[in-house]
């Protein structure tokens, strides 16, 4: 089955930097990848996917970036903000079912 | 749409008393999942289906676990007898062909056995 690794476990950035998730997965098949932000006691909820023919999307200050060959793909956050303190998962969907990378909590300091 | 719909939102039960947790799909979504997550093991999935039927119940811990779905409308998740260690937040999500575009998340129930 597929296996999605995360990296890194945390993150601490300044308000105002960026930051960086990365996710490796390992099901080629694989075509769809969607990353959910999950604030503290809240649902996880989906914020930026890409598909497996598209390099890279953007969103405002969020953007996801996939390199097939690879097998891997990351989230990118530009000028952070308090508010983006949050667990970030990652997910890749082969198989009729997504699987979740295990989480980044990335906290903002002010 | 209120989107996927969980009840309880908060349980408190006794170990060995049975819990039943419901979720209520987005109309239209065809596939509908259960997750647990607690802080040492993460999301798990625990058992999802398509067009109601059970898929992929690999996940479930232990027999104490069920689940169903009798219609496209509603689903359970039963533990008997629970334990203390099935504490955690229960997600139900559920997603429109299989998750090739997205799952969207209940508000979960945080069960918590004493």
């Known amino acids: 089955g597929e296996n999605v690794e995360q990296h890194p476990s945390t993150l601490s950035v300044q308000e105002g930097d960026s930051a960086v998730i990365k996710c490796t997965y390992s099901?080629?098949?694989?075509?769809?990848f969607p990353w959910y932000k999950q604030e503290l006691g809240k649902r996880p909820q989906l914020i930026i996917d890409?598909?497996?023919?598209?390099g890279e999307k953007k969103d405002q200050r969020i953007a996801v970036t996939l390199n097939k060959t690879a097998k891997h793909f990351s989230l990118h956050i530009t000028e952070t903000q308090p508010e983006d303190s949050a667990v970030y998962f990652c997910?890749?969907?082969?198989?009729?079912?997504?699987?979740f990378g295990t989480g980044t909590r990335l906290t903002i300091i002010p | 749409d209120a989107g996927v719909i969980q009840s309880p939102r908060h349980e408190v039960t006794e170990m060995g008393q049975e819990v039943t947790l419901r979720c209520k799909p987005i109309?239209?979504?065809?596939?509908l999942f259960w997750y647990r997550q607690t802080m040492m093991r993460g999301l798990e999935l625990l058992i999802y289906?398509?067009?109601?039927?059970?898929?992929?119940d690999s996940g479930m811990p232990e027999d104490r676990f069920s689940a169903k779905m009798p219609n496209a409308s509603f689903s359970t998740l039963k533990i008997q007898p629970s334990e203390p260690r099935d504490s955690a937040v229960y997600f139900c999500?559920?997603?429109?062909?299989?998750?090739?575009?997205?799952?969207?998340f209940g508000s979960g129930t945080r069960l918590t056995v004493v």
């Open positions: 999500a559920s997603s429109f062909r299989q998750g090739n575009y997205g799952y969207t």
């Open positions: 099901d080629s098949a694989s075509n769809y």
């Open positions: 890409i598909r497996s023919n598209v």
């Open positions: 997910a890749a969907y082969g198989n009729e079912k997504l699987t």
């Open positions: 109309s239209g979504h065809n596939s």
């Open positions: 289906f398509n067009n109601n039927v059970p898929i992929d």
